[in-house]
């Protein structure tokens, strides 16, 4: 059975903030925020991936 993942947007203020940092440091950054987000807003959801060019989470029910 495939699994059933659901897309939650993450909010545009993250991009902008992971802009500050160097370069090299964006991606993890971006998913330490975008985990945290979900952890305080979707906490029935896990992380599965990030859809970075869409702006996204793959999240599946815990």
């Known amino acids: ?3 059933e993942l659901i897309r939650i947007p993450i909010p ?3 991009l902008w903030l ?3 940092v160097q ?3 964006r991606k993890d950054l971006y998913t330490r ?3 945290d987000y979900l952890k ?3 906490p029935s959801l896990r992380l599965v991936e990030i859809d970075f060019k869409a702006l996204t989470a ?3 029910r815990k």
């Open 1 to 3: 059975m495939d699994r």
């Open 12 to 14: 545009h203020c993250y």
């Open 18 to 20: 992971v802009k500050t």
């Open 23 to 25: 370069r090299d440091m």
């Open 33 to 35: 925020y975008t985990a």
């Open 40 to 42: 305080t807003n979707e």
């Open 58 to 60: 793959l999240c599946e």
